[in-house]
């Protein structure tokens, strides 16, 4: 219940909408209730939706990665809440901003002559 909360679905039949025509808000209640217990599809498929892992929506303790940087944990977020068009493009996009020598130059502190010789790029 928690999970389906904090990912947005207030209601067990928000969530059962959300999931299609193989779920309902009873089964759901069922889930929850530990009355019935889930299929690894049905695991899969709401761990997907919920943006969690199958730990998290097991009750297991979960120890998610921490970042130094806070930037690279918002950023981390920022990205699971993206549709799956949207995480390919700013994939596209990262991707072209890690190849482009005069970014890393900047970043590393070399010249962009260093960094195209030790990327092998010319």
């Known amino acids: 219940m928690r999970l389906r909360k904090e990912a947005g679905y207030k209601s067990r039949k928000a969530l059962a909408d959300a999931l299609g025509d193989d779920y309902s808000e009873r089964r759901i209640k069922s889930w929850e209730d530990g009355v019935r217990m889930l299929s690894l599809k049905q695991a899969c498929d709401i761990a997907d939706l919920l943006h969690c892992t199958l730990d998290e929506l097991a009750g297991r303790d979960f120890q998610p990665v921490s970042y130094s940087d806070p930037r690279q944990q918002a950023l981390n ?12 493009e700013l994939s596209g996009l990262a991707a072209t901003m890690t190849a482009d020598p005069s970014r ?5 502190g070399q010249g962009v002559e260093d960094v195209v010789d030790e990327e092998g790029a010319a």
Do not use: F, M, Q, R
């Not at 977020?77 to 390919?88: A, P, Q, V």
């Not at 890393?104 to 590393?108: D, I, P, Q, V």
């Open 77 to 88: 977020h920022s990205y699971s809440l993206l549709d799956e068009k949207s995480k390919g």
């Open 104 to 108: 890393l130059a900047a970043k590393s």
